[in-house]
Each structure stands twice: as C-alpha cells, then as structure tokens.
C-alpha cells in the first residue's frame, strides 16, 4: 500500500510527540509503521493518539521542525487485509453470529428462513406460491389485461361499481361485468332510463348479454324496471326487453303483438271501467242507472229511456262482443236490457231497461264489451 504523505508535522528535539498539520492518522497509519521526519530520519510509531498526534521512538533526535513527514506502512499486505478484515466484522460481525446453524448452507433452504433456490421461478415453487406472486394488480376496476390480478370492486365484484361514461353499445370498449352507466353515456339505452346498472356478459371479447337496473336518483326510490338484450358477432343489438315483476306487471299496457309495456293495464273514466292485457285482450264494463221501466209501453212490455252512454272507456280494434243484463229496483218478475241502438266499434250504442210488468220503478242496466285492442 503507498506510504502516507498528506498534511505536515512538528517535532521537537527529545521528545517523543509528534503533531500534525491536515493530517489523518488515524485510518492512515498503525502502530509498528515507520515514521521518517522532517531531518530524514526514521522511527517507530508507537501510539496514535487522534488524527493530528501520535508518538515515536526514540525521541526525536535532531533539532526542532516543522515540514514534510512520510509514513511507511511496515507490515504491508497483511496490515491491509487486516484492516479490510476489521471492517467487515465490525459491521456484519453481530449479523453473521445472528445467522448460527445457517451459515453453514450455499443456499439457505426453506427450513431456514430462505427459498432454497438461486432464481425467482424455483424460489417461487420452493415457497408453493402460485402464477399470481409474479402477476401484476389492475390498474382500474375495469382493467381486463389478460393475466392481471383482480381487486376487491373488480368489475363491481365485491366493492363500488366502476363508472361508465362511454358508450354502451360500443362492444369493444363496454366493460364485462357490473358498471354504473352515467346520464352522459351514449347508445341505447331503455325508454325513459338514464342512468342504470348494467350488467355484461361477453364470448371472446363479444357483449351477448347485457341486463340494465333502471335507477331514477330519488331518495328512497321510485318505480325501477330491469331490462333485457342480446347481441351476437358483429350484428348490433337487439332492442330492450323489460323485466316483469311485482312493481311493473300492473301499468299501461303496449305494443301490438310485442308488448313494450306492462302485462295488465286496469283503468277507468266517465265511460266506464276497463281491464287490458298484453296478449291484445281488452275488457270494458258500464253500468247505466235508469228511470222508470213504466216510461214507456213497448208492445205487452214497459221499457225506460234509452239511454246511450258514448264512447268506451278504452278503444277496441273491432267491434266486441257486448253482453247485456238489467235488474229492477223493486220485485218484478222480468227485468232485461234491450239494444236501442246496436254497439259499434267506437261506442256502447243506446239502451233501454224493459220489465215485463208495470211496476213503474227504475232499473239498473250491466254493460260488459269483450274484444281486442289491436
């Protein structure tokens, strides 16, 4: 290793101390090494007291000075390694002791603490862990990278349901799984719906199934329906249908021979009552209060006034079948109702209670249409 020249020194006559100018003696020079002074002489180093102070022997024989000094390291390769081999235990000496029995393994086995393998692969099956220690987390809850590992919420699994602004009929883009669909999205979305949970489910990278859970923002909820739609390849999708359940079988009834509404629409107005159904089967009924059945002599019969109700409650398609029955108000041995004017396709037509007795009270006339509204 060099000799050590850094700094100067002072020395005086007799004396064994040596002090230092810019000097670092201490991790520059061991006891043992040979100290050559200002005068050219030599002498052995025998305490190192700080960076700037170290004592020689004999004393200093020459007269006092100040100047350029060498250290020469006496025990050369050995006093390195030495030095480097201090280093070492003083810093990991403690650690080294701490690892006992292991120390004596190349490759410290899983018995030990390690993974008894060299590389990353065999470290893993050493440890039994699975494809996943190696995978890669998603980086949204909608990330669908092949391989990457699932977060709580993924895809609305377990967690809040990720937003989707996009567009809902873009089969590329939509994600598979739950998504929150925002009133900004685009596509077609259910009649009157604008914001919804849609659930869907894609074949090799394709939507064949999407389902819609209509939510209208109102606090505590308002009429929710669910909907339903397919698409297959690259053909678009089909239009919505609705869900029936408990909140939306009973509504307005629509669509002819497809129906886009509720299955039973039940109503009423100033022409009557009416029940309709999906199937096209529509239901009307009236009841007609009447004056006396004396009013008028019809033949060996009494009748009242006829009586002409207008409109049906709900439109037919054709003309119904109309039945009719009447009941007095007081005991008579016949009551019935009689068709003035004949029903048509657009009204009840005109009718007349007839008893077959005088007994001059009124009657009540039952007006029940039956036919189909498309």
Not at 208 to 219: L, N, R, T
Request: aromatic share 10%; net charge neutral.
């Amino acid at each position: 290793m060099p000799w050590y020249k850094t700094g100067t020194v002072t020395v005086v006559q007799n004396s064994t101390t040596v002090t230092g100018s810019g000097t670092a003696f201490i991790a520059n020079s061991r006891v043992g090494d040979a100290f050559r002074g200002p005068d050219g002489g030599w002498y052995e180093v025998i305490n190192i007291a700080s960076d700037t102070a170290l004592s020689i022997a004999p004393e200093y024989r020459s007269s006092s000075a100040s100047g350029p000094y060498t250290l020469a390291p006496m025990q050369g390769y050995v006093k390195d390694s030495a030095d480097q081999l201090r280093t070492i235990v003083n810093q990991y000496g403690a650690k080294l002791a701490g690892l006992g029995a292991t120390a004596n393994f190349d490759v410290l086995p899983v018995s030990r603490g390690g993974t008894s393998s060299t590389t990353p692969a065999a470290a893993r099956a050493a440890l039994e862990l699975g494809s996943a220690a190696s995978a890669t987390l998603q980086t949204t809850l909608s990330d669908t990278t092949a391989g990457r590992v699932m977060q709580v919420g993924a895809f609305g699994i377990g967690g809040d349901t990720p937003v989707y602004a996009g567009n809902i009929d873009d089969v590329a883009s939509v994600p598979a799984g739950r998504c929150f669909v925002i009133n900004t999205s685009t596509g077609v979305k259910p009649p009157n719906s604008n914001y919804g949970l849609m659930d869907t489910i894609k074949l090799v990278g394709q939507p064949v199934h999407q389902v819609w859970h209509e939510v209208d923002g109102i606090a505590a909820g308002g009429t929710k329906r669910s909907w339903e739609r397919d698409q297959y390849g690259t053909g678009a999708f089909g239009a919505w249908r609705m869900v029936y359940r408990q909140n939306n079988i009973l509504g307005v009834v629509s669509g002819a021979g497809v129906p886009t509404g509720a299955i039973i629409e039940r109503g009423a107005n100033a022409n009557g009552e009416y029940t309709k159904f999906a199937d096209g089967t529509l239901v009307c009924w009236k009841v007609i209060a009447t004056n006396s059945t004396g009013t008028y002599a019809v033949g060996a019969l009494f009748g009242s006034d006829a009586y002409a109700p207008g409109a049906y409650p709900s439109a037919f398609a054709s003309i119904p079948t109309v039945t009719s029955a009447a009941i007095g108000r007081v005991n008579v041995d016949c009551v019935m109702a009689s068709a003035w004017i004949p029903p048509s396709i657009a009204n009840w037509g005109a009718w007349r209670a007839i008893a077959t007795t005088n007994a001059a009270s009124a009657a009540q006339i039952n007006l029940i249409a039956i036919g189909r509204w498309y």
